[in-house]
């Protein structure tokens, strides 16, 4: 049984369908990269997964179990959580304070576990506990976000534009990050800007554009498939 499955999945705001017809699934312990230009619906998909954005039509299962209608914060506790474009960290809060409130679902004996599990993917978090967040570079703050996603032990992370206006040093970090989560065991849906890197650490892939699905497969079948990446990406094969 897939830990994710859309199907049939139409999303937007108000009067405004942003995504339509869309279908894909996610094994557990499976990466899958959402890929497509700018505005063909990523985000909102995302959103909407969440819970954040209304589903006008189609299922969203979660281990066989409809949660189109389910509220948000059920949704968390179901075992989803989003690592946002644009980090949105609350920047007022130190680092350790940050971390303590993506636990807040837990229980104290998890909160203390699930620190130590992101201290120790990120040793950085850890030598700046008692900084602000706002104070951190761009890719610690990445760190950051990710880590307060964990925080809530989900079953699923979603992460939206992981290497935004991110060194790629730093990318490498946080990607590598995510190979060791998945390794053990985490489910991913990735949005991903940066093609090459998202088809290396995917296994599966769906484009998108204008709002529908263009491509759904293996990673390695849309390597090879020229006219995808050069229509959707401007990149070539490798």
């Known amino acids: ?34 890929l497509g230009p700018n505005g063909a619906g990523k985000t909102s998909t995302m959103l909407a997964i969440m819970g954040h954005v209304a589903i006008k039509s189609g299922a969203v299962r979660v281990a066989g179990s409809d949660i189109s209608r389910t509220p948000a914060l059920a949704r968390a506790r179901l075992g989803l959580a989003l690592v946002p474009e644009g980090r ?18 837990r229980s104290r ?15 950085r ?16 703050q990445q760190m950051l976000a990710i880590g307060r996603a964990l925080m809530s032990e989900p079953r699923l992370l979603l992460v939206d534009e992981l290497s935004l ?47 529908r699905s263009v491509f759904y497969g293996t990673a390695a079948t849309a390597r090879r498939d020229v006219d995808l990446l050069h229509s959707y990406f401007g990149v070539a094969a490798s």
Request: glycine letters at 8%; charged letters at 20%; hydrophobic letters at 45%.
């Open 1 to 34: 049984m897939a830990l994710l499955d859309i199907e049939n999945f139409s999303c937007g705001y108000g009067e405004m369908t942003a995504v339509r017809d869309l279908s894909f699934a996610i094994e557990p312990g499976e990466i899958l990269a959402l």
């Open 88 to 105: 949105r960290l609350f920047s007022d809060l130190t680092v350790a304070e940050n971390l303590t409130v993506g636990g807040y679902s």
């Open 109 to 123: 004996a998890d909160e203390t576990r699930n620190l130590a599990r992101v201290l120790t993917l990120f040793p």
């Open 125 to 140: 978090l850890g030598e700046r506990r008692s900084q602000l967040a706002a104070s951190l570079s761009g890719g610690e």
């Open 165 to 211: 206006g991110l060194m790629p040093k730093m990318v490498d970090l946080c990607l590598e990050a995510l190979r060791k989560l998945n390794a053990e065991g985490l489910a991913i849906l990735l949005v991903e800007q940066n093609t090459a890197r998202a088809l290396d650490v995917a296994h599966r892939v769906c484009v998108m554009a204008s709002g």
